[in-house]
């Protein structure tokens, strides 16, 4: 299954920190969409992207979409240790009649109390 | 909402035996499920995409003759493990897309299976 690049793969930050995950890919998006996940859990979509520049925010959280739809990113404002988990890039890609999801690597996240 | 069941959550079975894990669309109809397995803080593998009535379609590499996947209904979707060796062990997760709403997959919660 291709993947995206997605950076960094790990990270451990303190409570109150910010921090930027980023997900890049060689050619254009044509949508993408951001899931998080946690320890013994399927993937919960938290947002969609789809046009170029684009600008989400849920919360803390702030999801960016590249002017020219090849990268995004996600950051976290304040994280807290609720934010712990892993979470996922993911591109809708077409091949025919096939639809399917290309993922990214994932970043797995750890906040400290 | 749109809610995915998957059952067992978790089991554990003996080397040699077959697994069978349910995936169920309990409040709409799923035309077309997915069956990925994951290893601890990896990313999602896709195994197979299956469409109702017909047969799955499989990732190079997924054997489909371990893992036989059945698609009978438009909520209901079976993986079976045969013959299950400890390398079968991981966390598997179905999702299904949803009838008229083709960008969105639904994730159901994941098996955990640990073969012995």
């Known amino acids: 299954t291709q993947l995206l690049e997605q950076s960094p793969q790990f990270l451990s930050i303190q409570e109150g920190e910010n921090l930027t995950v980023y997900c890049n890919s060689s050619?254009?998006?044509?949508?993408l969409q951001w899931y998080r996940q946690e320890p013994g859990e399927g993937p919960v979509l938290l947002v969609t992207?789809?046009?170029g520049g684009e600008v989400k925010k849920l919360k803390r959280l702030t999801f960016q979409f590249g002017d020219a739809r090849k990268d995004s990113s996600l950051h976290i404002t304040a994280a807290q240790p609720g934010d712990t988990g892993l979470y996922l890039c993911?591109?809708?890609?077409?091949?025919?009649?096939?639809?399917?999801?290309?993922w990214g690597l994932g970043t797995s996240l750890a906040v400290n109390p | 909402g749109a809610v995915v069941s998957q059952h067992p959550s978790r089991v554990i079975c003996k080397s040699g035996t077959s697994v069978k894990i349910e995936c169920r669309s309990l409040?709409?109809?799923?035309?077309?499920m997915f069956w990925y397995r994951q290893f601890p803080k990896q990313s999602l593998m896709l195994m197979a995409t299956?469409?109702?009535?017909?047969?799955?379609?499989?990732e190079q590499g997924v054997e489909k003759d371990k893992f036989l996947i059945n698609h009978a209904s438009l909520t209901l979707s079976t993986l079976t493990v045969t013959s299950a060796h400890p390398e079968d062990s991981s966390f598997y997760i179905c999702?299904?897309?949803?009838?008229?709403?083709?960008?969105?997959?639904?994730f159901g919660p994941g098996t955990r299976l640990l073969v012995l």
């Open positions: 999702s299904a897309r949803r009838r008229g709403l083709q960008e969105t997959q639904y």
């Open positions: 409040d709409f109809q799923a035309t077309t």
């Open positions: 299956s469409n109702e009535g017909s047969k799955a379609t499989y």
């Open positions: 050619s254009v998006f044509s949508s």
């Open positions: 992207v789809v046009t």
């Open positions: 993911a591109e809708n890609y077409y091949a025919g009649n096939n639809r399917k999801l290309i």
